[in-house]
């Protein structure tokens, strides 16, 4: 079955998160909604993952301050998945999130948290990737860049255009970094199964993920 775009600009992948991502009033979305894809958007109530049937933690890291200070110093694992030996991790993630969700375009985004709790998109973009589903460019290093401030989270997503899947990189207060995957149960659960993830409450046998993987 052919599968339905209903994000196909930029600016409605910002109105989709802005709508559907964050908790506001009806009066604020269609003031958001006439804002470009560039804006700066902002919600008193802060940024909230929501209206996904089910979602999985893959990745989550205790930290020593900021990312330069926990690669020296080191930070404590507590979710983690493995790749065969030779992989890059990271691009590992994106070739099995590709193959589970047929090669679907996405956007990337990037939301900051302020002190007080009021969650801001910082700009929303068309994602490019490699023919093995490797994204060209990737923004991780705006967690540097556009860091949040001290006591906010800072947040960069990868939503899929048909609005069914959502890929989140959290950073919480120098404190927390976290990977988790939005969507339905079958692609959750799937993620983690072929990446081996361990730590996250999921029920599911490695010989079942080698199976998956084989199919793939």
Request: negative net charge; contains cysteine.
């Amino acid at each position: 079955m052919r599968r339905i775009t209903v994000l196909d600009s930029a600016e409605k992948a910002k109105d989709f998160i802005a709508t559907r991502l964050f908790t506001k009033t009806k009066a604020a979305h269609k003031s958001l909604a006439k804002l470009p894809a560039t804006a700066k958007l902002s919600s008193p109530e802060g940024f909230a993952v929501q209206d996904f049937e089910s979602s999985a933690t893959i990745f989550r890291a205790r930290l020593n301050g900021c990312f330069v200070s926990s690669l020296i110093n080191g930070s404590r694992l507590e979710v983690d998945f493995t790749v065969q030996q030779g992989r890059e991790k990271q691009a590992e993630v994106f070739r099995w999130l590709a193959k589970l969700t047929g090669q679907e375009s996405a956007y990337w985004f990037y939301v900051r948290d302020s002190a007080g709790g009021e969650g801001s998109i910082s700009w929303v973009k068309q994602a490019r990737f490699e023919t093995s589903g490797e994204p060209i460019n990737s923004p991780f290093q705006a967690f540097e860049t556009e860091p949040a401030v001290i006591g906010g989270g800072a947040y960069l997503g990868l939503l899929g255009a048909s609005g069914n899947w959502l890929l989140l990189c959290s950073h919480y207060c120098e404190e927390e970094f976290e990977i988790a995957i939005h969507g339905s149960e079958r692609v959750c659960r799937d993620l983690c199964r072929l990446l081996k993830c361990s730590g996250t409450g999921l029920d599911f046998d490695l010989s079942e993920a080698e199976e998956s993987d084989s199919a793939l």
